[in-house]
């Protein structure tokens, strides 16, 4: 389930109260599944927006580049907020840059990191990779960690590090979610560490054997600034803090192929929740490639599971950050985690999953997950991305999911149980765009930091860009 901010209603013309324009920024969901068809494309644009930051009123302006150049990529941009003339206070701004660039936004050295988004060496699965600043990470086959954002605040910068090396004997897979505030005692945010060593057990033996197609690997990855709260027996409150809390797996794979046409990778995961349940995988990794003038690589993954009732698939998800005051282990699950472990029984929860992508020659990208189970009386969950970025005028982008469809009837009703979001870009002139998005969130947010469900309502917001 996606979470956001407090739910409320708002029409603004780039503007949000206290902060960045952060509901533009925010990326879709399924958006992430192209990362690699996009990765060889060179972009860049300005953002415009008008925000409130402690009650001054701002014109939020950030220019933005990517370089992907093979095998390496770079990411920059400058978020400046220039000091608005209307209603400024007297004696405001009197430390900013050139009288209008507000001053706390670079006033210590770290901050300065966030003019670099991110580095890239290398690619997934290459002999050497690494990605520093904002990431989109995997971490094997995707069932303790996948496509895990560590940027979804647009108004705090966490530089998070990615390192893999891979042999022909084996390798690692790293992820560091926030360099600084792993360093800080006193950070709030989630504080994630861990990563993945893999052996070729043949290859030991013989290097050039056709059995060093099998590889075993071991997978522990930590939140070690993850929320919890201590209930009695009547539910009651006792006490609450953050502890680390840990995921950690075994695998085993088989590169049965790995051509200029496809990939083919089937797989099995045996996973540990901390304090929680336990669940197994058995799936097929592909990735489908097209050479045809563009690098097209069109990810598919179809995955048996089978698990205990208070175990979560992909712990460590696209919006952990926002979601994991209410996962298992955390001891602040919400009630129908443990609703769900007494309906399974002792035989567990089994089900399948499948999710795929495809980009038709850069006209249209439609992206889908189907999950569903035979056991814990538990309802399918369903999600579908489309984007046409291709037409001359307008482009366009929506993500739907709804969880626990109880039948066709079901599908798209709009509850708390549904997320919906639609973008719209119109070209005025030339590289200069009008973006509309409207969203419907349903979540809540207590003064700890804790989120909690709420009636669903409607966002919409307005803001100009200009692209290259």
């Known amino acids: 389930m ?30 992430e599944r192209f990362e690699e068809i996009l990765s060889t494309q060179q972009r860049g644009g300005v953002e415009l927006g008008y925000t409130t930051i402690e009650g001054e009123q701002f014109f939020a302006l950030t220019p933005r580049l990517d370089l992907n150049l093979g095998m390496v990529g770079l990411g920059i941009q400058v978020p400046l907020n220039v000091r608005s003339p209307l209603g400024r206070k007297a004696g405001a701004g009197d430390k900013d840059y050139w009288g209008v660039i507000r001053y706390e936004d670079w006033d210590e050295s770290a901050e300065w990191l966030k003019v670099l988004r991110y580095v890239r060496l290398g690619h997934k699965r290459d002999p050497w990779y690494l990605r520093a600043g904002e990431l989109a990470a995997d971490i094997g ?7 895990y954002l560590n940027n979804l605040d647009p108004n705090t910068f966490r530089l998070g590090l990615q390192v893999d090396v891979n042999t022909d004997w084996g390798g690692v897979e790293t992820i560091i979610n926030d360099l600084g505030g792993n360093l800080d005692s006193e950070a709030s945010g989630s504080q994630i560490v861990g990563g993945r060593i893999y052996v070729k057990p043949w290859a030991f033996v013989d290097s050039e054997s056709v059995f060093n197609i099998f590889s075993v690997g ?113 001891d602040k699950a919400s009630q129908s985690y443990h609703v769900r472990k007494d309906r399974a029984g002792e035989d567990g929860i089994h089900g399948y999953y499948a999710d795929l992508a495809f980009d038709f020659v850069g006209l249209i990208q439609l992206g889908a997950f189907y999950e569903g189970y035979f056991s814990g009386d538990m309802d399918p969950n369903v999600a579908v991305f489309v984007n046409v970025p291709a037409l001359e005028v307008i482009q366009f982008k929506a993500y739907y999911e ?67």
Do not use: C
């Open 141 to 147: 086959h995707g069932t303790i960690m996948g496509r």
């Open 402 to 468: 709804r969880r626990g469809v109880e039948g066709p009837d079901d599908l798209f009703t709009m509850d708390d149980k549904s997320y919906a979001i639609a973008e719209g870009r119109l070209e005025i002139f030339g590289p200069l765009y009008l973006i509309a998005r409207a969203e419907q969130r349903w979540v809540d947010e207590d003064q700890d930091g804790a989120f909690e469900q709420a009636e669903p309502e409607v966002y919409f917001g307005l803001e100009f860009s200009a692209n290259f």
């Open 2 to 31: 996606y979470l956001s901010r407090k739910a409320a209603l708002f029409f603004f013309i780039g503007v949000t109260l206290g902060g960045g324009p952060a509901w533009a920024l925010d990326p879709i969901p399924g958006e």
């Open 218 to 330: 071991l997978t522990a990855i930590t939140d070690r600034n993850a929320p919890f709260t201590r209930r009695d027996d009547n539910g009651d409150e006792l006490r609450s803090g953050v502890k680390s809390q840990s995921v950690w797996g075994l695998d085993l794979e088989a590169d049965v192929l790995s051509n200029p046409l496809v990939d083919l990778t089937p797989y099995t995961d045996l996973n540990f929740i901390s304090e929680a349940g336990m669940g197994w995988h058995l799936g097929i990794l592909s990735k489908i490639k097209l050479p045809i003038g563009l690098d097209l690589q069109l990810p598919i993954r179809l995955e048996y599971r089978r698990f205990q009732g208070d175990y979560l698939p992909t712990y460590f998800s696209t919006f952990y950050d926002k979601e994991r005051s209410s996962y298992p282990g955390s």
